[in-house]
C-alpha cells in the first residue's frame, strides 16, 4: 500500500468544537469520578486516604463551580470527610452544575474571564477554558493517586483509560 491508497482508507470527522470537547471530557470525567466511588463502595475497608481524595476531587468541582456564579459557600480546607455515599451526591450535584454552566456558553464564551479568589484569599482571573480545563485535569490526577494507593493495598483499580471510556459510549 502506497501513501496515495493509505490516505484514501483514512475516515476524516469534521473538527469538534471546542465546546463539544469540553461536554464529552466533563462526561468522561464524571463517569470516572462515579466508577472510582463505586470501586470503593465495593470494598469492605477502603483505605482512608483514598476516600479522602475523593471528597478533595468533588470537593474542588464544587467550589470551582462556585467561583463562576461568585457564591463561594464550600468550607475552604483541602480534604473532606464525607462519607462515600455524601461523594456520590456530591458528584451527582458537581456535574450537573458543570454541565448548566458550560451550556451558558457558547463557544465564544469559553473565553470568558471570572475573576475569584484562590484558598489563601489572592485574586486572580481565569478564563472558561482554562478553568475547565483545570478542574478535569486536577480530578484525573487525583483519580490516579488512588489507583496507586489502591495497588499498594493489593486492591485493583477500576481501569480509567480514556479510550476504554469512548469505545464503550
Do not use: C
Request: charged share 25%; no cysteine.
Amino acid at each position: 500500500m502506497n501513501i496515495d491508497q493509505l490516505q484514501l482508507t483514512i475516515n476524516y470527522l469534521p473538527a469538534m468544537k471546542l465546546k463539544e470537547l469540553f461536554l464529552k471530557q466533563l462526561a468522561y470525567n464524571d463517569a470516572m469520578n462515579l466508577t472510582m466511588i463505586h470501586r470503593l463502595k465495593d470494598l469492605e475497608h477502603p483505605p482512608h486516604e483514598t476516600v479522602e481524595l475523593l471528597g478533595h476531587i468533588v470537593k474542588a468541582e464544587l467550589l470551582w463551580l462556585e467561583r463562576l456564579y461568585g457564591t463561594e459557600k464550600i468550607k475552604k480546607s483541602f480534604f473532606e470527610n464525607w462519607p462515600l455515599s455524601e461523594i456520590e451526591s456530591h458528584q451527582v450535584e458537581s456535574h450537573k452544575g458543570w454541565i448548566s454552566a458550560l451550556n451558558e456558553y457558547d463557544e465564544e464564551g469559553l473565553n470568558t474571564i471570572f475573576a475569584y479568589h484562590n484558598l489563601k484569599g489572592e485574586a486572580f482571573e481565569n478564563s472558561l477554558y482554562d478553568i475547565l480545563f483545570h478542574v478535569i485535569n486536577h480530578s484525573t490526577h487525583h483519580r490516579a493517586q488512588i489507583s496507586k494507593i489502591l495497588r499498594q493495598h493489593d486492591i485493583a483499580p477500576p481501569v480509567m483509560d480514556y479510550i476504554n471510556y469512548v469505545r464503550e459510549h
